[in-house]
């Protein structure tokens, strides 16, 4: 299935974030941005100057990407996702410059199943900034750089 990236985007803050209302939602699509215009790493060289689909396609990065997942059908994939009125404005916010402070620079973030967060994102190429519902958000530290 062909989808623009547009509606790529929107379909993704459905699956990652949902749940997490509209503020997780923006700090997802803040998180993506970040990925996209950061100058230098591997979100950089895959952003390729900013290519917002190069970073929502990238290998590995979000499960809902997924169709199977450790060889179990992934039922919340963006493929099986009907975003609402709420992802498209979001997605719109974002693609015209809008960002949630709450998260910040960050460009790293998971859902670590506990109450607390780990300090630093594994391989110490983020520090915790912020926690948003279930998720940890992460700003590069300096190693992340040589990535």
Known sequence: MALDTNELFARMLKCEAEGEGREGMEAIATLI????????????????????????????????????????????????????????????????????????????????YSDTCPTYFPSNVGVLYNRIGNHCFYQPTSAYSDT
């Not at 997942?69 to 992802?87: A, C, T």
């Not at 693609?95 to 859902?111: E, K, P, T």
């Open 33 to 112: 941005m970040n990925r996209a215009e950061i100058p230098d790493g591997e979100f950089s060289r895959v952003s390729n100057g900013g290519n917002v689909r190069n970073i929502l396609t990238q290998n590995r990065q979000f499960t809902c990407f997924y169709d199977y997942i450790n060889g179990q059908y992934n039922p919340q994939n963006i493929y099986n996702m009907r975003p609402d009125r709420i992802e498209y404005d979001i997605v719109n916010w974002a693609l015209n410059g809008g960002r949630s402070g709450a998260v910040g620079n960050s460009i790293f973030y998971f859902n670590p």
